[in-house]
């Protein structure tokens, strides 16, 4: 029978998985505001929701490494839980705002091409981090960083009711996607204390 140290041990390793889970939960409920709820208000909210899971995301590993919680589980939670809230969950957003205003079988051509292109890069991203170790920098831009952009960029537009913004959304979406599998470096930020 386990004591309750143990346990209290057990869920003090388990507290940044926790928080991966909320990262996960919000990229989640984001895409489910956008599918079950028309209107700017509600896309508002979803971008929030991904505003929300950046947040924990940016959390999580450092509390790992604080606890000395690091473990392979984990880094792959993380990895799916990104797909989801910042690959999948602003597209979800992007096609929903895109086509509340507009109607064009061309934009919906492009719009199709960048979101499938947005997803398969922001995986391809993923898997090479988890294949090599960059302790110091990224290769690529993080998927994170464009989910945040992303949900930034629609926040502001459904806050402002911006309308006829639809190809340079799409440029937006294409530039992210191509930047996420390009080789540059992205210096990582370290809030440790130098």
């Known amino acids: 029978m386990e004591t309750q140290e143990i346990r209290k041990s057990k869920l003090i390793k388990n507290s940044p998985n926790f928080i991966t889970f909320l990262n996960l939960v919000f990229g989640v ?3 489910l505001v956008c599918i079950c709820h028309k209107g700017v208000r509600y896309r508002i909210i979803a971008s929030t929701f991904i505003l929300i899971s950046c ?3 940016s959390i999580d590993g450092t509390l790992a490494r604080k606890l000395n919680a690091v473990s392979e589980m984990g880094k792959q939670l993380d990895s799916f839980a990104d797909i989801v809230s910042f690959g999948i969950s602003p597209m ?3 096609v929903s705002t895109i086509f ?3 109607k064009s079988m061309l ?3 492009l719009l199709c091409i960048v979101t499938i292109l947005y997803i398969t890069c922001g995986i391809a991203r993923l898997v090479r981090y988890n294949l090599g170790d960059f302790s110091s920098y990224f290769i690529g831009l993080p998927i994170t960083v ?3 952009i992303l949900s930034i960029y629609f926040l502001i ?3 402002f009711e911006i309308v006829k913004l639809d190809l340079l959304s799409i440029i937006l979406i294409f530039v992210l996607s191509i930047l996420m599998i390009s080789s540059i470096k992205v210096k990582r ?3 440790k204390k130098r």
């Open 146 to 148: 464009s989910g945040f």
């Open 55 to 57: 947040f924990f995301d």
């Open 157 to 159: 537009i459904n806050k």
């Open 107 to 109: 934009i919906y051509i």
């Open 100 to 102: 509340e205003y507009e």
């Open 189 to 191: 930020i370290n809030f």
């Open 29 to 31: 409920m984001a895409i």
């Open 92 to 94: 979800v957003l992007a």
